[in-house]
C-alpha cells in the first residue's frame, strides 16, 4: 500500500487562515504574562496575600474582557474593509472586465508564465464572474473572501484563553498558599508549557518554544518587581 502524497491529502496543511488559534495563543501568553508581572509587581511592593489575590482577579477579569472586545472588534474591522475592497473589485469588473482581465495575465506574466497562456486562462476566468471576483481578489488583496476569520470565534477564544493564563500564576494563593515566588515559578512553568505547546503548531523545538516565552516573562516580572519594590519602599508599603 503506497502512501498518498501530502497534495492530494485534504487539510494536510494546518490552519493559518487565523480562526481561533491566534487569539487563543495571544490571549494564553498576555493573560499569563500580565498577571505574573502585576503579581510580581505588588508583590514586589509588600501587599498582604490578600491584595496579591484581589489584584490577579481584578487583573483577569478587565484582561479577559478587554482582549475578547478588542479582538472582536479588530476581526470585525478587518472583515469589513474587506467587504469593502471586494465590492470595489466587483465594481471594477463589470466596468472594465477587459482590462480586468489583462492587469490578471499581466501578473501572472511577471511571475514566469508565458503571456499567451496567462491570457488565454485570464479570458477563461473572465467568462465565470463568481470564479473572476475571488481570483481577483486573492491575487490583488492577497485574501480570500470565502474565507474570513469570525470576529465571534477570536473574540470568545481569547476571552478564554486570557483567563486561563491568567489564573495560572493565582493557582498557589487560591489552593492556600502564600509565597510570592512559589506562585512566580507555578507563573514560569505555565509560560514554558504554553510556549512549548504553541512550538506544536510551528515545528519549533518544544524547549525552545517554552524557553522563549519564559524568558520574555521573567523579564516582565523582574522589571514589575522592581518598580514595586521601589515604589513600596518609597511610598512605605
Same mark, same amino acid.
Given at each position: ?24 495563543? *495571544? ?18 511592593? /509588600?501587599?498582604?496575600? +490578600?491584595?496579591?489575590?484581589?489584584? /490577579? ?18 476581526? +470585525? ?11 470595489? @473589485?466587483?465594481?471594477?469588473? @463589470?466596468?472594465?472586465?477587459?482590462? @480586468?482581465?489583462? @492587469? ?22 473572465? +467568462? ?9 481578489? +486573492? ?14 470565534? #477570536?473574540?470568545?477564544?481569547? *476571552? ?31 509560560? *514554558? ?25 521573567? #523579564? #516582565? ?7 514595586? #519594590?521601589?515604589? /513600596? ?5
Amino acid at each position: 500500500m503506497t502512501d498518498t502524497p501530502a497534495a492530494l491529502r485534504e487539510n494536510h496543511h494546518a490552519d493559518v487562515t487565523g480562526g481561533w488559534l491566534r487569539p487563543a495563543v *495571544f490571549g494564553a501568553m498576555d493573560g499569563l504574562v500580565t498577571n505574573i508581572a502585576l503579581i510580581a509587581g505588588v508583590g514586589g511592593g /509588600g501587599v498582604s496575600p +490578600r491584595s496579591v489575590v484581589l489584584t /490577579g482577579v481584578a487583573g483577569l477579569v478587565a484582561g479577559a474582557i478587554s482582549m475578547g472586545l478588542g479582538e472582536y472588534t479588530s476581526v +470585525r474591522s478587518a472583515n469589513e474593509q474587506v467587504a469593502a475592497e471586494v465590492a470595489k @473589485e466587483r465594481r471594477e469588473l @463589470e466596468r472594465h472586465p477587459e482590462a @480586468e482581465a489583462r @492587469e490578471l495575465a499581466d501578473a501572472w506574466v511577471a511571475r514566469g508564465l508565458p503571456r499567451d497562456l496567462a491570457t488565454q486562462v485570464a479570458d477563461a476566468v473572465r +467568462r465565470n464572474p463568481d470564479e473572476a471576483l475571488r481570483v481577483h481578489v +486573492r491575487e490583488e488583496l492577497g485574501v480570500d473572501p470565502d474565507d474570513q476569520p469570525s470576529p465571534w470565534t #477570536a473574540a470568545i477564544s481569547s *476571552f478564554l484563553f486570557f483567563s486561563v493564563g491568567a489564573l495560572i500564576p493565582l493557582l498557589t494563593y487560591l489552593f492556600g498558599a502564600t509565597s510570592l515566588w512559589l506562585a512566580l515559578a507555578v507563573g514560569g512553568l505555565g509560560l *514554558f508549557a504554553a510556549g512549548a505547546i504553541v512550538a506544536r503548531f510551528t515545528q519549533r523545538p518544544w524547549w525552545s518554544g517554552g524557553l522563549r516565552q519564559l524568558v520574555l516573562g521573567a #523579564a #516582565a516580572a523582574a522589571a514589575t518587581y522592581l518598580i514595586g #519594590a521601589l515604589v /513600596g519602599v518609597q511610598g512605605g508599603l
